[in-house]
């Protein structure tokens, strides 16, 4: 009879895995929205080959579990809302480049949302 057996993890902690609450930055609201989900869809339309510029093919986003924010914006390439919705932005990137948007659109875009960084220098103190 014995002790029952333990199975050694090797110094690795595993920890239960968990839904991450997603805040939206324009209403600072807190949804238990999948934000997986959102990336995974774009990553998958990437993929697929499926968004670009004036040749848009449509792309299912209904397999998705995502709000209808988040439908919306994806289906219309709304690179504001979806920075907002907080989308990966290497994810966002490569959304905006297959959509046909330029690197100065892509800029100009997000530079509405910079907020202005005010700094001096060692010797301006």
Not at 90 to 100: D, K, P, Q, T, Y
Request: one cysteine or more; hydrophobic letters at 35%.
């Amino acid at each position: 009879m014995g002790a029952p057996r333990v199975e050694p993890t090797y110094g690795l902690q595993t920890a239960p895995r968990r839904e991450v609450p997603c805040r939206d930055l324009v209403t600072g609201v807190d949804d238990d929205v999948s934000l997986y989900q959102l990336q995974r869809c774009v990553w998958d339309s990437i993929r697929a080959g499926q968004v670009s510029g004036s040749t848009k093919r449509a792309f299912d986003v209904d397999s998705y579990d995502l709000t209808e924010d988040e439908k919306q914006a994806v289906e219309q390439a709304d690179i504001g809302r979806l920075y907002q919705i907080g989308l990966h932005p290497v994810l966002l990137n490569g959304f905006c480049r297959a959509s046909g948007f330029s690197r100065n659109e892509y800029r100009d875009i997000l530079e509405a949302f910079a907020e202005p960084e005010e700094r001096k220098a060692r010797w301006q103190k």
